[in-house]
């Protein structure tokens, strides 16, 4: 693994793909087209990877409030990480893409919030791994026994309310987690409303990686939160608590935890 141990390399990931020890998530999805990511799974996947659907797995059906991919039921999710033999607190998970970290991100923000440590994501995604020219297959892995049990930190997490009451107080800032001109109101390709929650400060997720999708170095990413290392409190937010968490990854790579994501997001807030 490389230093940091949310982060594996293809080539560390290769020569673990035997072990029993590591489960690995397909999370490729496609916004515009859901089934996409499903498609490009059953077609071709890193051997042993089962997948993930982004509105199926990784949220729960969306209601009146609560944005567009509201978190998923605990229970549920848990039945699909113990189906992929994950043991709880022993197992890695090794998440991936090929969408520079947004839906791995997901993944790897969700088990931490379940309590699960022992999370990765592979650095430059599938794409990284095709050019490497390490194996792919379509053979889909049977289910195997595992048992997760989820244990939910509370203090990862904010609703609007506690954002509401929050974001304005000294010493908190509010991060918006979408491209500049989302964030500025000019296009709104998504959500009914453009613009953003007052007084939210602009950091686009896309900004956590290369355009290759490598993350950026942790010298780099501790660069670019440099104004937030005296914050006693950060809350961040995309479109639909998706995208947010990539840059959630982002500070625990510039080694500033305890960061919160507001889970309804910009869909949620809208919505009252």
């Known amino acids: 693994m490389t230093n940091n141990h949310f982060l594996v390399s293809c080539d560390w990931l290769k020569e673990h793909l035997e072990d029993s020890q590591i489960a690995i998530a397909d999370c490729r999805f496609s916004l515009a087209e859901p089934d996409l990511g499903q498609q490009q799974y059953q077609t071709s996947h890193i051997p042993g990877a089962y997948y993930l659907n982004l509105n199926r ?6 209601r009146e409030h609560g944005g567009r991919h509201p978190l998923p039921d605990p229970q ?3 039945q699909k990480l113990s189906a992929m033999g994950v043991q709880w607190q022993q197992t890695l998970i090794v998440a991936y893409d090929d969408s520079r970290q947004a839906f791995a991100s997901r993944l790897w923000w969700l088990l931490r919030y379940l309590g699960h440590e022992r999370v990765a994501v592979l650095d430059g995604g599938f794409n990284a791994w095709l050019q490497a020219g390490y194996e792919v297959t379509d053979v889909i892995p049977p289910p195997h026994p595992g048992n997760f049990i989820p244990q939910i930190n509370q203090q990862m997490v904010v609703d609007r309310e506690i954002v509401k009451n929050r974001k304005d107080l000294p010493g908190v800032v509010l991060v918006d987690s979408r491209d500049s001109d989302r964030y500025a109101g000019i296009r709104e390709p998504i959500d009914k409303v453009a613009g953003h929650i007052p007084g939210a400060v ?4 896309k900004q956590v990686t290369d355009s290759q ?4 170095s ?3 990413q501790r660069q670019r939160w440099l104004e937030m290392e005296t914050a006693e409190e950060i809350m961040v937010y995309c479109g639909s608590g998706v995208t947010a968490c990539v840059n959630l990854l982002s500070l625990e790579l510039a080694g500033i ?3 919160k994501l507001y889970a309804g997001s910009w869909s949620d807030w809208i919505s009252y």
């Open 57 to 62: 797995d990784l949220s729960s059906p969306v």
């Open 76 to 78: 549920l999710f848990a």
């Open 202 to 205: 602009n950091y686009p997720w």
């Open 213 to 216: 999708g490598y993350l950026l």
């Open 218 to 220: 942790p010298q780099e």
């Open 257 to 259: 935890g305890g960061a």
